[in-house]
Antibody, heavy 118, light 107 residues
Framework: QVQLVQSGAEVKKPGASVKVSCKTSGYTFINYSINWVRQVPGQGLEWMGWVSPYRGDTSHSPKFQGRLIMTTDTSTTTAYLDLSNLRSDDTAVYYC???????????WGQGTLVTVSS | DIQMTQSPSSLSASVGDRVTITCRASQSISHFLNWYQQQPGKAPRLLIHSASTLQSGVPSRFSGSVSGTHFTLTISSLQPEDFATYYCQQSYIALWTFGPGTKVEIK
């Protein structure tokens, strides 16, 4: 069955970077883009960007311009989100999600809580 | 960016009730609208895609419809496991945007 398993919770200081991993299994990795969505505690869902494992193409929300890098490793079928220059308002649960087609997210990771605090 | 609004923001209902949640887009998005359910502490779950197509494995008490830019999610008979927050999401134009959510609580 399709599974997306994310890395564990992180605590970072302002200005630091965080790298979250999303290990996938149960399907052909290169056939589906991976999207990243975050959720500030108690708030709604915010789309951050996507990465295509097939060619490595990416696209992201302008909100994260210059701070967000999304990559994949096809040898381990793992996607990565790298967010730099962290601020306190980046404290959120970060989810990876498989795009089954046309920005429709049919399988999600369990989420990774990133806490940014001095 | 396309703005998504949902109403109500929360509602209280009883098991067995029919529940309707609406979602509006700030511009035409055709049928490119998805619905997700999120239970506390869990990841979202895809319920409906393309406005009205039930995702595999989702109970048939869930349904979706569209009229212009007005989308509706209906739960025909609310079950205990349906108490959750529901989000709509447009998949018409990047960047993909979600509605603010509708929390369905137990009356």
């Amino acid at each position: 069955q399709v599974q997306l398993v994310q890395s564990g919770a992180e605590v970072k200081k302002p200005g630091a970077s965080v790298k979250v991993s999303c290990k996938t299994s149960g399907y052909t990795f290169i056939n589906y883009s991976i999207n990243w969505v975050r959720q500030v505690p108690g708030q709604g869902l915010e789309w951050m960007g996507w990465v295509s494992p097939y060619r490595g193409d990416t696209s992201h929300s302008p909100k994260f311009q210059g701070r967000l890098i999304m990559t994949t490793d096809t040898s381990t079928t793992t996607a990565y989100l790298d967010l730099s220059n962290l601020r306190s308002d980046d404290t959120a649960v970060y989810y990876c999600a498989r795009d089954m087609t046309a920005a429709t997210f049919d399988h999600w990771g369990q989420g990774t809580l990133v806490t940014v605090s001095s | 960016d396309i703005q998504m609004t949902q109403s109500p923001s929360s509602l209280s209902a009883s098991v067995g009730d029919r529940v309707t949640i609406t979602c509006r887009a700030s511009q035409s998005i055709s049928h490119f609208l998805n619905w997700y359910q999120q239970q506390p502490g869990k990841a979202p779950r895809l319920l409906i895609h393309s406005a009205s197509t039930l995702q595999s494995g989702v109970p048939s008490r869930f349904s979706g419809s569209v009229s212009g830019t007005h989308f509706t999610l209906t739960i025909s008979s609310l079950q205990p496991e349906d108490f959750a927050t529901y989000y709509c999401q447009q998949s018409y134009i990047a960047l993909w945007t979600f509605g603010p959510g509708t929390k369905v609580e137990i009356k």
